[in-house]
């Protein structure tokens, strides 16, 4: 790689675009869209005050000063300011990138540097490693909670992160990576060739949702391949700022499903889908560009799909209920995916959607957010969980385990009525069994 | 730096929580959306009462600290960019709608409510406050009336000032000032609130504002018609007027705003065409019926390429939602936007048109315009680098020649952003060193030290 200028008071590698930050005309839009403004009323806590902060250490006139470092995790990263934004600024991944100086900047002590690394470098591009660790005792229970328990102070998570933690695991069943079939063919009509990507998440605590994608998408008529050596996408890692991993994660996935030869790459996790239609950004200066286009034009989200190739509805079961859609972040702002997923839901027979205020408010989850912040975090859930009391539904449907595991965690405190699901698990359920 | 002395008296007396002094906090209140100009503050106060507000000017004033006050920073002129440091008083916090007096069709905010809140507030009652700036997602309405706001929807229902009934505000020597009531009529003593409404926050800070409610129309129609040639559209406006039409919003587009908008909202908005006209008309149904014959009719007289009536509510409510992100849909096209707000008598407005591209042609520059057709407010944008000098220089002599024409024909430098920093000197060349004299005799008599916004509106001696 070429060496590369150093930008004012950021470190010459993965610094933000000087350009993109120059793009903010400060008019303000984001504002009433960013959760953590909302929260706190403090303009360096908005999209356009991190822009400013961070323009300001590209001008030297900031140092990458503590306070900056704290807005680049404080930041949800939930892109609802790229969705306001009609300048094309797009504030949180420029404090995507911060995250990454500030652990070349800032690096964290011997202990919380030998836990992330160990995490992001060693467990999760490791499918096999990740299930091993899951199989004894669970990954929070026996690998997760004893460290983080030693360590939590260094890595700064939120008093009641470990209450919280612990509650929010599911019932875990085994992964489903291991179990799912090579090959699931198409039935009925062939529509395609889909590359399943698996998500880790996904297969560790929501096998049940993932094995509902692949049946529905081959009853939707698409011959499923799930590649077993598929890693994890490398959203842990852009959020934690390790972006080299990231980039390991992203050439080898890359190259995995490109020569697999499908007409879709899809997943059924919000998160993972973001993730991988950045990878043409991400492997800007790495890759082929041809690859990279070809990569990024067979990205779906299975609801982007599902709606854009059209929902076969015949032969589908009725299931009599209600439901409201909690748009995912990485969904409806990272990709842009935001009326497909209800289509999906006003097809399905026998659902009534019924819309909730602020669907495509975050849950507050984000990642480690929620852990880190767990104060903030509850506020930002409190007003998700009012918003979907208010249409009394049944179900709450979602399409991400990122905020499926916070809005299932959020109810059963709250005493509330519905449930969680996947829109997969709900189609599942029209789905006939074969 | 602020002593350190001044900045425990302010904790002691308003508490943590109303005192902001961390270097990163300072730096990002020390912007609107003006470009090209910044200033940190030394102290930032978020008050919570006209009490705290009056404490914080005692105590800038006892340390002879100018104070700039600030609401959410959307304005277009510099008007909160505290220039010369010193104390920002931000009003967001104290954004509660206090009263909705559907006896009187008024309602009473504190400052920092946010336009589109209030709106949204009285809708729920029934009720209508028309001013709808093109940041009212956000923008107070303190900043509002400050500011003397206009909106998609001046040409029928005028700007913020034909709403404003009552202000309270502190004054610089402390003392609170009420002027105006709930009454429709007042002409008790001279009208302070007319004085306060645009005087950029020189004269006091508003905390209290009552407002007037309307009934909202009963109906509406919404029409869209393409140009082939700008001008076209300019006359197609001067006609309508003329036909005794006052539509409620007549806004144009020309084609490098079109672009951009679209990018942005992808609605399908015509990328060849010159120009857009987004044409409302609303009122009693048969009225409405009858007018936007009417503006069709003169629409394909004067030669519009395609006229469109919106097929729904949701269909307009998303056009005038695009025409609101014209401005910032421009700047994704370069790193510098430079906005004005020339306005003229509405008979000029084709051949504004036809100066605006004589003059981006003259200087070499990429424009794009547009605005309040129907109030010949238009927002010519420059879209540079303001890295590249050569090219800003360029973009001010444009400018100024354009600003020379207008005023020539009766015009305004600003239609509806203010003065602020940005066009001190325009407004002297509008209103001439005699009006200069007696507005500053005014600040005088309010503002004795000058500590409130210094550095806004006029030239100061030795500027």
Known sequence: ?434 | MLDKNILETLIQQLGKAAVVSEAEDLLVLGYDSTPGLHHAPDVVIYPTSSEQVQIAMQIARDHKLPITPRGSGTGLSGGSIPINGGMVICLNKMNQILEIDEENLTATCQAGVVTLDLFNAVAEKGLFYPPDPGSQKISTLAGNVMEDAGGLRGLKYGVTRDYVMALKCVLPDGSLLSTGGKSVKDVAGYAFKDLLVGSEGTLAIITEITVKLIPPPQDKRTLLAYFDDIQIAGAAVSKIIAAKIIPSTMEIMDKATINCVEDYVKIGLPRQMAALLLIEVDGHPAMVAEEAEGVERILNEVGAAEVHVAKDAEEAASLAEARRTALSALARVSPTTLLEDATVPRSKLAETFALIERLTEKYQLTVGTFGHAGDGNLHPTVLCDERNLDEMKRAHAFYDELYEQVLAWGGTVSGEHGIGIAKKEYLARQIGPGGVAVMKRIKQSFDPDGILNPGKIFVADGE
């Not at chain 1, 930008?7 to 959760?35: H, K």
């Not at chain 1, 706190?40 to 000063?65: D, H, I």
């Not at chain 1, 995490?119 to 990740?130: S, V």
Request: with cysteine.
């Open chain 1, 1 to 434: 790689m070429n060496k590369k200028e150093k930008l004012g008071n950021f470190t010459a590698e993965d610094a933000p675009e000087y350009e993109d930050m120059l793009q903010c005309m400060r008019c303000g839009f984001c504002l009433p869209t960013c959760p953590t403004f909302a929260l706190t009323g403090r303009e360096r806590s908005s999209p356009r005050g991190r822009v400013a902060l961070a323009r300001a250490v590209a001008e030297n006139k900031l140092e990458f000063t503590q306070a900056v470092k704290e807005e680049a995790y404080f930041c949800l990263d939930c892109r609802a300011c790229t969705t306001a934004c009609p300048s094309g600024v797009r504030a949180g991944e420029v404090m995507e990138i911060c995250r990454s100086q500030s652990h070349q900047q800032s690096p964290l002590g011997h202990i919380g540097r030998s836990f992330r690394e160990f995490i992001l470098q060693r467990m999760l591009p490791n499918p096999d490693l990740l299930e091993k660790s899951m199989l004894p005792a669970r990954l929070y229970q026996r690998l997760g909670i004893q460290w983080l328990v030693r360590h939590s102070k260094a890595l700064k998570l939120g008093p009641a992160w470990i209450d919280k933690a612990e509650g929010m695991m599911p019932k875990l069943d085994a992964p489903l990576r291991p179990q799912l079939p090579e090959v699931t063919p198409a039935l009925g009509e062939k529509r395609g060739k889909v590359g399943f990507f698996l998500g880790c998440i996904m297969t560790l605590m929501y096998p049940e949702v993932s094995r509902q994608t692949v049946r529905v998408l081959a009853h939707q008529g698409f011959d499923v391949i799930t590649p077993k050596e598929t890693k994890c996408c490398g959203a842990p890692h852009l959020n934690e700022g390790d972006r080299q991993t990231a980039r390991e994660l992203a050439l080898f996935n890359l190259d995995l499903f490109l020569k697999a030869d499908v007409d879709y790459i899809v997943t059924d996790c919000a998160g993972c889908g973001a993730s991988l239609k950045e990878y043409e950004e991400l492997l800007a200066e790495e890759e082929d560009h041809q690859r990279l286009e070809l990569f990024r034009s067979k990205v779906r989200d299975v609801q982007e799909l599902l709606c854009d190739v059209g929902l076969r509805t015949e032969g589908l079961k009725p299931v009599k209920t209600s439901v409201t859609y909690h748009e995912p972040c990485h969904l409806c702002h990272a990709q842009g995916v935001s009326n497909q997923p209800r289509e999906l839901l006003k097809a399905i027979p026998g659902v009534e959607f019924r819309e909730m205020n602020e669907a495509s408010w975050c849950c507050g989850s984000a990642a480690t957010w929620g852990l880190k912040f767990s104060d903030e975090s509850q506020q930002v859930l409190d007003r998700k969980l009012s918003n979907v009391a208010a249409t009394d539904a049944e179900h709450l449907v979602t399409a991400n385990p990122g905020c499926h595991l916070q809005l299932a965690w959020g109810l059963k405190q709250a005493g509330m009525k519905q449930d969680v699901l996947h829109l997969m698990e709900l189609l599942g359920r029209a789905t006939p069994e074969v």
